[in-house]
């Protein structure tokens, strides 16, 4: 069966690569009895999909991985095996059946909610969103291999705003083929202003992850029925 | 939270920050106000290397199981971060505390490979340390150096307060105490340090003081106080079933170059190949018993979620148990679906079985060290391992399936002739030969065998029989590297031998620092004020550096690779007591010059003097 397993990655573990994290919840699960079910082969692995890698140095407190376990688990034990083998700022949420057919983690991504702290200077004022939002189109060029792309950010953001005065909150598209970075998105809104992010430090966290029900409605990732 | 040593800045701007960010599963946390001693131990080498390193993790354990010590990790920042640690003075830190290596203790800094040297240096000078033990003051932690490279500490003397002699597990509580008195009664660093030279198996540098003779050889090594001794004996551990073994090794973040579980299942080696360090001075071979490893086994596959596990000693097969250990572990691992590296067993039915049921043959190859080509070499350095052996075992590997073999070989051993190179090529053309037998032609499984044969240079090491014996200079290191191939492309079967060899600068340098003495440590301490660091990686060595302070503190490095050594010699290294006598290694040296071979230690007992210790296969013959 399988169990979409939601947790926490913040504080030193923010340094660590997405692969190293995979490795990391291999090694997990072999320290707790939860069965697994392996790949097969002569170096089986376990069956994992993660909804979004998350870049070094960005926290995440509303992370996902989909994971296959043996029929004969109880999945409602699961996420305190794990908690009591965890790293400091890894922790497990929630863990919910998969129905089955549900599509995994990593192909069902729609969206994101980031939070954007600037811990230095702040670039951010409520001016500069009400631009933002009043402004027809704001324009961010992707550099793609085929040559520079532009795209319109406004139509990939779902909601944005202040949440401190140096705190912006965005909930932005993240589907394979529309999928907007964060840095895409405040390198084109300090661009109303004239500003270069680069002068700007900023901190980056991913508070959740949104998949589409049946009625194509954003709901979190651990939401899975329907 | 806990705060990181290095701004976030400097993390993000560097090659893997997870070297640095310590948090690992089964890192060791303690309340520093709870704590009277700490301890910082050190790899001096990258992260990744470090990690994998069972000597350490034993320690660590070790340490850790005192009440009143915390023991804190330490590795070499990376050349990126070292660059920026100095331009932002950024002390060198522990992984744990993420607090500068200067406030401990003491810094223990195991010494593994002669090229680490400069990398010792640097770990000192970015805690802030002096580099020259005789600068310190008790505002700087107690530096100890351990691990093979002790077995000639000289080179290094300058730099070092304490060398620990032999295995760490026996001396080190005693030596913690005396540190803790001392400090408590306010006795002077100096003093603390002549009380510690008294401790058996730590021989303090300071404490000795050498005379040269007109030709550069040594005169005398001679005790400065009155209760410190003239030589300083190895420590053992008697009984490895008695003492630590870590259960709960940290797992790194990133993939260390050893991601496995380690069993190590014995020391020491029953074999004297006349060359190997490693089969003297860990004598006399111990044995760990099925149930201790079996035991230890689960317990290190449970507490870390590796999904592999790696048996470790200098030779496996000769192991009392081995069978029945791999037996246990292939049904075991299976049912956990855990992978099992099968170290390089002796090839024989037993471990061809073995291995085809754990590896993907396929891709997989199988290892020879025969170490010499030809017969008369093999017994020159007491391989014992005849043509026939290595044949049958090929030719049972290839009807097991294996169509791919490596070979290892030194080239510039004693006494060594052109015969003795051409013996390489012909024994690598054999193999093929032996596979075009075996194999009909319709069951090739990759069309055809390939076999690599590679061969390293010959760097005479203390303590053992070769320690005599004049290295090859980088000339005939070439010389011989160009015949050896030559000789390969006039084999029948040259298309499927590749040969591979390694540089010979790297290894002039490592014969020099492997047989040096006192006067060595200026050199080093030049070259690393020349900005030498990590010259274990060939992209960072700079060997021009090297030569520029060899002339600079006029040393001439021949004196300690080249030269002919008489039997009288006195080495800078002799003051230690390996166990193993002078007297017999001259005896196998002489041997060696007559191509005789020496029994190993379960056939026939050769007197060589490590019965003394009173334990492993001394006792169990
Ligand atoms: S078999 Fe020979 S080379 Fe290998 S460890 Fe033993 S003595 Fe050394
Ligand atoms: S005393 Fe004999 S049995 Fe013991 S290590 Fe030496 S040679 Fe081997």
Redesign the interface.
């Known amino acids: 069966m399988k169990v979409r397993i939601k947790f926490t990655k913040y504080g030193v573990v923010k340094y660590i690569g997405h692969l190293d994290l995979m490795r990391y919840f291999q090694k997990a699960f072999r320290r707790t009895d939860i069965q697994m079910i392996y790949s097969k082969g002569f170096s089986p692995h376990m069956l994992m999909s993660f909804a979004s890698p998350l870049g070094v140095g960005i926290e995440g407190y509303g992370e996902y991985f989909d994971v296959e376990v043996a029929d004969s688990e109880d999945y409602t034990l699961i996420k305190d095996k794990l908690n009591v083998t965890m790293a400091e700022g890894i922790e497990i949420l929630d863990v919910v059946l998969l129905p089955e057919g549900a599509g995994n983690a990593m192909a069902s991504v729609e969206a994101s909610d980031y939070e954007l702290e600037f811990h230095k200077e702040n670039p951010l004022s409520e001016e500069l969103l009400d631009k933002f939002l009043k402004a027809d189109s704001v324009i961010f060029v992707k550099e793609l291999k085929s040559g520079p792309l532009p795209v319109n950010v406004k139509d990939l953001v779902y909601d944005i705003r202040l949440i401190k005065e140096n705190v912006l909150f965005a909930r932005v598209n993240s589907s394979s083929a529309d999928n907007l970075r964060p840095a895409a998105l405040l390198t084109a809104l300090l661009s109303l202003e004239g500003k270069n992010l680069e002068d700007y430090p900023y901190h980056t966290l991913r508070r959740e992850i949104y998949r589409k029900n049946g009625s194509g409605e954003l709901v979190p990732m651990g939401d899975v029925n329907d | ?2 705060n ?1 040593a290095l701004p ?2 400097v ?2 701007s560097i090659d893997k ?2 070297r640095y ?5 089964n890192a060791v946390y303690k309340d520093k106000n709870n704590i009277a001693v700490r301890f910082a131990m050190c790899f001096p080498d990258v992260y990744e290397i470090g990690m994998s390193h069972l000597g350490i993790a034993i320690l660590y354990d070790m340490f850790n199981k005192f009440e009143d010590t915390w023991c804190e990790r330490v590795y070499s920042p990376w050349p990126d971060l070292d660059k920026i640690m100095r331009v932002r003075k950024i002390p060198l830190f522990t992984m744990e505390s993420q607090e500068p290596v200067r406030n401990m203790d003491f810094l223990g800094i195991t010494i593994q490979y002669e090229m680490c040297y400069t990398n010792i240096l640097q770990i000192l000078d970015l805690s802030g340390i002096p580099l020259l033990a005789s600068e310190r003051t008790w505002d700087d932690p107690i530096v100890i150096g351990g691990g093979p490279c002790t077995s000639n500490p000289e080179p290094l003397y300058a730099f070092f307060d304490i060398f620990y002699i032999g295995e760490g597990e026996t001396r080190y509580r005693r030596l913690l105490d005396l540190y803790k008195e001392c400090r408590s009664k306010n006795v002077s660093r100096q003093d603390f340090l002549i009380e510690a030279a008294k401790i058996p198996g730590l021989y303090v540098p300071s404490c000795y003081e050498t005379d040269y003779n007109e030709d550069g050889t040594i005169k005398e090594f001679r005790p400065l106080h009155e209760g410190v001794p003239g030589t300083v004996l190895k420590e053992l551990v008697k009984d490895l079933d008695d003492t630590y073994y870590p259960e709960k090794p940290v ?1 790194p ?3 260390a170059t050893q991601d496995r579980v380690v069993l190590e299942i014995m020391r020491g080696c029953i074999r004297g190949c006349r060359f190997c360090q490693a089969g003297q001075i860990y004598r006399p071979v111990r044995e760990r018993s099925v149930e201790f490893l079996m035991d230890k086994a689960e317990k290190l ?7 592999e596990i790696s048996l470790s000693s200098l030779s496996s097969s000769d192991y009392s148990h081995i069978e029945e250990l791999i037996d246990y572990l292939v049904k075991d691992c299976t049912d ?2 855990i ?1 099992i590296a099968l170290p390089s067993l002796r090839i024989d039915k037993f471990s061809v079985d073995a291995m085809s049921k754990v ?2 043959i396929k ?1 997989s190859s199988l290892t020879f060290a025969p170490e010499a080509g030809s017969q008369r070499m093999r017994d020159i350095i007491n391989k014992g391992l005849t043509r026939d052996d290595i044949l049958n075992g090929a030719i049972l590997a290839f009807k097991g399936g294996w169509t791919r073999v490596k070979l290892y070989f030194m080239l510039g051993l004693p006494f060594e002739q052109d015969e003795d190179i051409r013996g390489i090529a012909e024994l690598a053309n054999d193999i093929a030969a032996a596979f075009y037998e075996t194999v009909p032609k319709d069951q090739r499984v990759n069309g055809r065998v390939q076999i690599v044969a590679s061969t390293s240079f010959f760097v005479p090491k203390p303590f053992t029989p070769f320690q005599w014996a004049p290295q090859n200079t980088a000339e005939q290191f070439i010389d011989k590297a160009t015949k050896c191939k030559r000789f390969i492309s006039e084999q029948l079967n040259q298309k499927v031998i590749k040969y591979n060899w390694h540089e010979s600068d790297v290894s002039m340098l490592e014969g020099v620092l492997a047989r040096g003495d006192r006067r060595l440590a200026p050199v080093i301490l030049s070259v690393y004020k020349k900005g030498n660091i990590f010259d274990a990686w060939s992209e960072y060595y700079h060997h021009d550096n090297w030569l520029k302070a060899f002339e600079e503190c006029g040393v001439d490095p021949t004196f300690y690779t080249t030269r002919e050594r008489s039997d009288d010699e006195i080495f800078p290294w002799d003051f230690i007591d390996c166990g193993v006598t002078k007297r017999h290694l001259l005896n196998e040296w002489h041997k060696a010059q007559q191509g005789i071979v020496t029994d190993n230690c379960k056939d026939k007992c050769s007197g060589c003097g490590s019965a003394r210790f009173d334990c492993g296969i001394c006792v169990r013959r």
Do not use: A, H, S
């Open positions: 939270m806990q990181l976030e800045e993390l993000l920050p997870e960010i310590g948090n690992e599963i797992v973040f990133i993939r596959m449970k507490n870390t979620g590796y999904e956990k679906k992978n590896q993907d891709k």
